[in-house]
């Protein structure tokens, strides 16, 4: 038993060592970190927030703004990369829906764009 309480003790020591140095001593300081460093599951579930707001609002430059922070991609290609992402692993059909009418409006400026450019 007493083998038991010295296992014991040993594992309260070591995590709590563990956690004050993590938490006190070593702390983790992030700064100014920007949506275009996240992940690319991460920025799938940016990409559906940012079609969902676009759904209630209709402000296509606003949803333009909003996918600007996730670096300088084109944004319908952004989306692009969104929609590839959630298909491949499993997002709902809705979500996908979603994301696929932003891509469509936002195809169709860019097509705007380019024809009226001369």
Known sequence: ??????FIIAILVGVSLGLGYGWIVSPVHYIDT????LRIDFRTDYVLMVAEAYQNEKDLGLAVRRLALLGNLPPSEMVSQAIQFAQKYGYAEADITQMQSLWNELHALETRLKTAVP
Request: hydrophobic share 40%; no cysteine; proline share 10%.
């Open 1 to 6: 038993m007493a083998r038991w309480i010295g």
């Open 34 to 37: 920007s949506p275009d460093t």
